[in-house]
C-alpha cells in the first residue's frame, strides 16, 4: 500500500467529487447541453461506487493490495467523458432496465411504509404533548388547592395567635 486510507480520501473527493462538480457548475452555467449526458452518467455511476465502498470496502481493503491506488485510478478513470458513458451504457443501463419495475416497486412500497411510520411516529409526539399538558394542568391546578389550603391554614394560625 502506497497510500493510506486519509491520503485516498483527500484525492477521491479533489478528483471524484470537486472536478466534476465544477464542470457539472459550468455545463449548466455556460448551458454546454452536449455535456449534460456525459455528466449525467458520471453521478449516476460514482453514486453506484459510492454504495460499492460503503458495502464492500472494508473487506475488499484487507484484501487486495493496493486497493485505494485502484480505487483512485478507477475515479480519474471515470472522469473522462466518454468512459462514463460507455460504463454506463454497456453495464448499468442494461441491470436498470432489467430491473426497473422491481425498483420501482420497491422504492415506491419503501417510501410509502416510511411515510406511514413517520406520520404515527409525528402523532405519538403530538399525542404525548398532549397527555404531558393535561397532567401538567392538572398538577398545577393541584398546587393552586395546596396553596389556597396553606395561605387558608396559615391564616388561621395568624387569627389564633391574634387572639391570644
Not at 28 to 36: A, N
Not at 66 to 87: M, P, Q, R
Not at 118 to 126: A, M, R
Amino acid at each position: 500500500m502506497v497510500i493510506n486510507f486519509l491520503t485516498y480520501r483527500l484525492l477521491s473527493i479533489l478528483i471524484g467529487i470537486l472536478y466534476p462538480l465544477y464542470q457539472t457548475y459550468k455545463s449548466i452555467k455556460y448551458q454546454y447541453f452536449d455535456q449534460y449526458h456525459s455528466l449525467l452518467c458520471y453521478w449516476i455511476l460514482f453514486s453506484l461506487f459510492q454504495i460499492y465502498e460503503l458495502i464492500f470496502d472494508q473487506l475488499i481493503s484487507l484484501i487486495l493490495p493496493f486497493y485505494y491506488e485502484i480505487k483512485l485510478f478507477f475515479i480519474f478513470w471515470l472522469t473522462y467523458k466518454n468512459v462514463s458513458e460507455l460504463l454506463f451504457h454497456h453495464f448499468i443501463l442494461i441491470c436498470l432496465n432489467k430491473y426497473e419495475n422491481d425498483i420501482d416497486y420497491l422504492f415506491n412500497n419503501t417510501i410509502n411504509r416510511l411515510t406511514e411510520v413517520f406520520l404515527k411516529f409525528i402523532l405519538f409526539i403530538i399525542n404525548q404533548q398532549r397527555t404531558m399538558t393535561k397532567a401538567e394542568q392538572v398538577e398545577n391546578h393541584g398546587d393552586h388547592i395546596r396553596l389556597k389550603t396553606n395561605f387558608a391554614s396559615q391564616s388561621r394560625r395568624l387569627n389564633s395567635t391574634q387572639r391570644k
